[in-house]
Structures are given as structure tokens and as C-alpha cells.
């Protein structure tokens, strides 16, 4: 199994441009989430979802958009990027939302807007 | 949201040496996970604590879950320079949305050899 794969690895942006960040689990898991991670920051929550679907905002979801069209698949939408966003996103997957439930995360998607 | 506060932000000691990382909120936790995170790759899950006054090892590293479950630690001994990396908390609790894990500011930890 590959676990969570993100794409790119890397990615400069000028502001108001737009992109999606890829991300695929093959784990057979319900659940998926975006964080983004600031430097000396701990993770905050963009989106997540509770299956295919279904979406809703986490913690700081302002600037970006998801969808949910299958199992594996959960896209992250930068419309109109701006400097703000400049950060670490880090997509993760668990198969439920049982009390202490395990999150596998990806390696993360390093984006500077410049 | 509840917040977590980490400390130290920051920590360098030398190949042998023990530490104490600290996780701590005002608000009470279903359960705190402890995650280690290595340069360029995403943060891997150490120890998920539920139960008050809980105590968990692994090898070096000792877990503490506080007995009014607002707080927790994490205790290496004998340090080394493997160990060296992120340090992140995260809790689940009612005020979380959809009971969404929150995440500590970290502690960076460097063992020099």
C-alpha cells in the first residue's frame, strides 16, 4: 500500500493564481482531511470529509474549496492564492472517527506565493 | 476549538541526556494523541492516551495522560540523536468541530551526538 500520496511535493505561485493540490489514499478510509502548517505552528484543520460526497470546514477554511467524488480522491482548490497561504498542507486519511483513531498523513505539499 | 499549548517550543541537549515535553489546555479531552514529525515528511502517530491518569512506554519514551485529562507529557530517556525531530500533541474534545483533532504548536527537539 502507498498510504497517503500528495502531489506536487513543491510549488511557487504568484498571487491570484490558481491550483489544486492532489491527494489519493488506497486504504479503503472513510475519513480524509486538509491541514495546513506554519512554520513553528502546529497543524490547523482546513477541511475534511466524512466520506465521498460529503465535505465541511474545519478550523480555517477561508480561501480554499474541496471535493469529495470518490473514496480515494480528496482535492484541495486554491482559487485566488494569496501570500497568506504560504504554508505546508498536509492531506491525512483515518478509517473512522472512533475516540483516538489513527491518522496516516502524506509528506506534505510545500506552496509559496509570492 | 480548544487550544493546546506545547513547551518548550524548542529543545537542544546532548546524546544521553532525558527531557520532558509538556501538552496542556483548560479544556478536558476524550483523547491526546502524541505525533513525531521528521523534515519533509508528515507528522507519525507515537501514542494515543484516553483514559485519565493513563501512563504508556514505548522503549524510550514514557507517556502521561493527567488524571483530569487537560494535560499530558512526554518523557524521553537516554536521549539520542534519532530522536531528534517534531514533537506535535493533538486532542479530540466536544468543543473540537466534529470532534476534529487539534493540534499543539510543537516542540522541536535536537539531540546532538
Known amino acids: 500500500n502507498a498510504g497517503v500520496t500528495q502531489t506536487p511535493k513543491f510549488r511557487i505561485l504568484k498571487i491570484g493564481q490558481s491550483m489544486t493540490l492532489q491527494c489519493a489514499q488506497d486504504m479503503n478510509h472513510n475519513y480524509m482531511y486538509w491541514y495546513r502548517q506554519d512554520p513553528g505552528m502546529g497543524l490547523k484543520l482546513i477541511y475534511y470529509?466524512?466520506?465521498?460526497?460529503?465535505?465541511d470546514k474545519g478550523e480555517v477554511p477561508n480561501g480554499y474549496n474541496v471535493s469529495r467524488s470518490t473514496t480515494e480522491d480528496f482535492p484541495l482548490r486554491l482559487e485566488l492564492a494569496a501570500p497568506s497561504q504560504t504554508s505546508v498542507y498536509f492531506c491525512?486519511?483515518?478509517?473512522?472517527?472512533?475516540?483516538?483513531?489513527?491518522?496516516?498523513f502524506g509528506s506534505g505539499t510545500q506552496l509559496s506565493v509570492l | 476549538t480548544q487550544l493546546l499549548e506545547q513547551s518548550p517550543q524548542f529543545l537542544s541537549i546532548q546524546e544521553g541526556e532525558n527531557l520532558t515535553v509538556y501538552c496542556n489546555s483548560s479544556?478536558?479531552?476524550?483523547?491526546l494523541q502524541w505525533y513525531r514529525q521528521e523534515p519533509g515528511e508528515g507528522p507519525v502517530l507515537l501514542v494515543t492516551v484516553v483514559t485519565g491518569g493513563e501512563v504508556k512506554k514505548l522503549k524510550r519514551l514514557t507517556f502521561q495522560f493527567g488524571d483530569a485529562r487537560k494535560d499530558s507529557s512526554l518523557h524521553i530517556t537516554a536521549a539520542q540523536p534519532g530522536d531528534t525531530g517534531l514533537y506535535l500533541c493533538a486532542a479530540e474534545g466536544p468543543d473540537n468541530a466534529g470532534n476534529m483533532l487539534t493540534f499543539g504548536g510543537g516542540t522541536r527537539l535536537m539531540v546532538k551526538p
Open positions: 470529509s466524512v466520506g465521498a460526497g460529503i465535505t
Open positions: 491525512a486519511s483515518s478509517y473512522s472517527r472512533r475516540v483516538g483513531e489513527k491518522l496516516f
Open positions: 479544556s478536558v479531552f476524550s483523547s
